[in-house]
C-alpha cells in the first residue's frame, strides 16, 4: 500500500488515485532565468522517484512539469540582452534538459510553457471576474482573498486580524489592491517595451499563480491526484494556485494530495547568489557523474532538509564505484521488496539505501539472483545508466591518468619486488598514490583503481 505525507491533510495517508490505474501528477518546474540550480534539481529527484514508483506499480502516469518563461527576471535580462523571451530562455531550456538527463530524471509526459497558454489563462481570469473572486483596479486584475474562505488552509497560516504572512511578492507588489493579500492575476505593463498580451481582460501578462492554475487545468482537468514542489512554494505559490483552481471550478480543491520536498543548504549555509555558495547543476556535473549528485539527493528523506557538501558526494562517488562492481551490468527485471516497500512508506529512501546495502552484501557473496535483484533496484531508482567498464573508464578519464602509463609503473614495481628491491617497490606505489591512484595485491597480479 502507497502512503505518501499530504501537506493538505497534514498526515500520512493511503494514496487512490480519482481514476482507477491513472494518476494525474503536477509538479511546478523552474523558471528559466539562468542555469537551474541544486536547489531546483532536489525537487526535480524527488517527483521523478514518485514518478518510476507509480509506474512500476502499473499506473499510466500522466506527469505535467511546467516551465515559467515570463516573469519580472526573465523580462529585465532579455531586455538587457536585448533578446526576445524566447530567444533569451531557449539557451536555459536546453540546458534544462541535459541536466534532466545527466541526473537521470525521466522527461514529464507534458511540459507545457507559461508563454504558449495565455489564453488558458484570461479564460481562468474571466471565470474569477464573473464571479467576483477577482476585480480590476488600475489596468491591473487581483484575487480577491476575502471572497475564499479556506485560504490559508494549505499553509495552514493564520490570516486573521492583519496581513502578518504578506509575502515579499505581495510587498513589491506596487498596484491598486483592496487588501495587502490580494494577489495579481493579470499586471498591466509597465511601459511600451515590457512585453504583454492583448486579451479581452486588457493588455497586460499573466502573474506567475496563475500561470500554474491554468496549465494544470488544461492538461490534468479540474482536478487532479497528486501536487508537487519545494516546501518554499507552498505559500504563497501553491495557496494562491488552490485559492484560484477552487473558485474558478467550485471545488473544495485543486489536487487530493500536496507533496513538498524540504530545503537545501550548502556546507551550512543557505544557498544564495549574495552568499557566493550558489550552486548550479552544470558546475557540479563538471566533475561529478549526475548519478552521484542523483544519490547524494536521495540519501536524505524528501520533507527533509539536505546539507549539500562536498564530502557526501565523495562518498556517494564511492558508493556507486562499489555498487557498479557488485551489480556488474546483472540483468534482473524484479527488485527487492524491501526496497519497494521502502518507497511505499512515503519515500523513505534512506530506508531503502539501507536495505540496498544489505542486498549489496548479499549480492557480493555470489548468488546470481541476489546479484539480479540488486541491480533491477538500482535501474528502478534511475542508477546504473552505463556499463560497468563505462562507469569505471569515465573515472579514469576524469581523473587524467593515463592506464598505459599506470601498466608500465605497476610492472616496474612488479619486477622491482622480485629482485626484493623493496625501496624501489615502496617508491613506485608512492608514486601512484600521488596520482590518485591506489594498487592491490593478489595472488593474480596486482590491480589498480582511481581513489577519488
Ligand atoms: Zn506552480
Not at 527533509?304 to 562536498?310: R, V
Amino acid at each position: 500500500m502507497l502512503r505518501f505525507r499530504n501537506t493538505l491533510s497534514g498526515k500520512v495517508e493511503e494514496f487512490h488515485p480519482m481514476n482507477e490505474g491513472e494518476v494525474r501528477f503536477y509538479y511546478c518546474g523552474p523558471t528559466v532565468w539562468e542555469y537551474g540550480h541544486i536547489g531546483n534539481f532536489r525537487s526535480a529527484v524527488a517527483a521523478d522517484i514518485v514518478r518510476r514508483y507509480l509506474k512500476f506499480k502499473g499506473y499510466k502516469v500522466l506527469h505535467v512539469m511546467n516551465i515559467t518563461d515570463v516573469e519580472d527576471r526573465i523580462i529585465a535580462k532579455s531586455q538587457q540582452a536585448g533578446l526576445s523571451i524566447d530567444d533569451y530562455t531557449a539557451k536555459y531550456i536546453d540546458a534544462l534538459w541535459e541536466d534532466f538527463d545527466a541526473l537521470g530524471c525521466e522527461r514529464p509526459e507534458i511540459v507545457p510553457r507559461a508563454t504558449r497558454h495565455i489564453p488558458e489563462m484570461v479564460s481562468l481570469i474571466e471565470k474569477l471576474l464573473e464571479t467576483n473572486h477577482a476585480y480590476a483596479s488600475d489596468g491591473s486584475i487581483y484575487y480577491r482573498i476575502a471572497s475564499f474562505p479556506d485560504y490559508g488552509k494549505l499553509s495552514k497560516i493564520n490570516f486573521a486580524g492583519n496581513i502578518a504572512g504578506a509575502s515579499e511578492r505581495i510587498d513589491t507588489d506596487k498596484y491598486e489592491k483592496e487588501d495587502a493579500r490580494d494577489f495579481a492575476l493579470w499586471k498591466e505593463p509597465a511601459n511600451e517595451n515590457e512585453p504583454a498580451w492583448d486579451a479581452p481582460i486588457g493588455r497586460g501578462r499573466p502573474g506567475w499563480h496563475i500561470e500554474c492554475s491554468a496549465m494544470a487545468w488544461k492538461h490534468l482537468g479540474e482536478q487532479f491526484d497528486i501536487h508537487g514542489g519545494g516546501i518554499d512554494l507552498v505559500f504563497p505559490h501553491h495557496e494562491n494556485e488552490l485559492a484560484q483552481s477552487a473558485c474558478a471550478f467550485h471545488a473544495d480543491r485543486m489536487a487530493n494530495v500536496w507533496m513538498h520536498n524540504g530545503f537545501l543548504q550548502v556546507e551550512g549555509d543557505k544557498m544564495s547568489k549574495s552568499e557566493g555558495n550558489f550552486v548550479t547543476i552544470r558546475e557540479l556535473l563538471a566533475d561529478w557523474p549526475g548519478e552521484v549528485l542523483r544519490l547524494s539527493m536521495l540519501k536524505t528523506h524528501y520533507r527533509s532538509p539536505i546539507d549539500w557538501t562536498l564530502k557526501a558526494m565523495e562518498e556517494s562517488a564511492k558508493t556507486l564505484d562499489d555498487w557498479y562492481w557488485v551489480a556488474a551490468d546483472a540483468k534482473g527485471e524484479t527488485p527487492s521488496d524491501a526496497v519497494i516497500e521502502a518507497l511505499s512508506d512515503d519515500l523513505n529512501t534512506p530506508q531503502m539505501i539501507t536495505s540496498l546495502h544489505s542486498l549489496r552484501n548479499r549480492a557480493a557473496s555470489g548468488a546470481e539472483q541476489d546479484r539480479k535483484e540488486f541491480a533491477a533496484s538500482l535501474r528502478l531508482l534511475g542508477f546504473l545508466s552505463e556499463s560497468a567498464a563505462e562507469w569505471k573508464s569515465r573515472k579514469q578519464q576524469a581523473s587524467g591518468v593515463d592506464p598505459k602509463q599506470i601498466d608500465g609503473l605497476i610492472s616496474d614495481r612488479t619486477a622491482a619486488r622480485a629482485r626484493k628491491d623493496f625501496k624501489e617497490s615502496d617508491r613506485i606505489r608512492d608514486e601512484l598514490a600521488a596520482m590518485g591512484v591506489v594498487i592491490k595485491d593478489s595472488k593474480d597480479g596486482t590491480t589498480w583503481e582511481i581513489a577519488r
